[in-house]
């Protein structure tokens, strides 16, 4: 899957792009290293962080959302052309659903469930 979508309903808080290499996005430096656009995601409970990284292949982040807008759950916000790697920062708080090695589908797997607010 190619394209990011919103981990949670809520609001666009910041997107900071930053110019970087293209190493094998397989690496433990690529998140140090390589090009990234890092997004924070609001609402009224918390607050989740999500970088796009590029790789040795795909070398295109495209955004489609902004600083402001408004998301659901789900909803798509931009892509890396031809895939890479997408990290997903949660609270401590949260229970992780999934295992390293497991296969997830985009807009469907649930990767972490958030304690009831």
Known sequence: VHTNRA????????REHREGLCVDAR???CSEKNEAM????QNPHVTIVVRQ???????????????GDELG?????GMIRFGSRTEVYLPLTATVLV???EHVS???????RLPDQ
């Open 7 to 14: 981990p949670i309903d809520g609001r666009i808080i910041y």
């Open 27 to 29: 690496r433990a430096d």
């Open 38 to 41: 890092t997004w924070g995601f």
């Open 53 to 67: 990284l590029t790789g040795a292949i795909a070398r295109r982040i495209v955004a489609w959302a902004k600083v």
């Open 73 to 77: 759950k789900g909803d798509r916000f």
């Open 99 to 101: 295992k390293v090695g």
């Open 106 to 112: 985009g807009g469907s797997t649930i990767i972490a």
